[in-house]
């Protein structure tokens, strides 16, 4: 209903306010009605937008090992998950890199989700794939 979706919008707003991000709506959008789809595109971006991305980064980047190198970080906001593509130097460097993610208390449920030698590449690195919950504070 038009009362709910108003009120919403005074939540939304006061959200968007508190993340810090403006909206400058002109004077020919006052008045419109807003539906289910954009009340939850807003809410979806406001949860992109006040996510602790430097929290998540800092842990990260808090991990000490020379023989990993970190490709890819893929955070799932909806869900919690969090999927880290890299190579390791070899496969002994990889799981020492999986025990450091799992002493952080930002991330649970830590599991390697492959691995893969690199033939192709004279150094013969581990590419691999890890999957964890990440506890957003």
Avoid at 33 to 39: A, G, M, P, R
Avoid at 72 to 92: F, N, R, S
Avoid at 99 to 120: S, T, Y
């Amino acid at each position: 209903s038009y009362g709910r979706l108003h009120s919403e919008r005074r939540v939304m707003e006061r959200e968007m306010q508190a993340a810090g991000v403006h909206l400058d709506l002109s004077s020919e959008s006052r008045g419109q009605q807003y539906t289910e789809k954009d009340v939850t595109a807003v809410r979806d971006m406001i949860g992109r937008l006040s996510a602790p991305w430097e929290e998540l980064f800092a842990t990260v980047e808090s991990i000490k090992n020379k023989k990993v190198a970190i490709l890819a970080l893929d955070p799932d906001i909806q869900t919690g998950q969090l999927t880290i593509e890299g190579e390791a130097k070899d496969y002994a460097a990889l799981l020492t890199f999986i025990a450091q993610l799992r002493g952080k208390k930002a991330f649970a449920d830590v599991f390697l989700q492959r691995h893969e030698v690199k033939l192709d590449d004279p150094q013969h690195p581990v590419a691999f794939t890890v999957s964890m919950r990440w506890l957003r504070s």
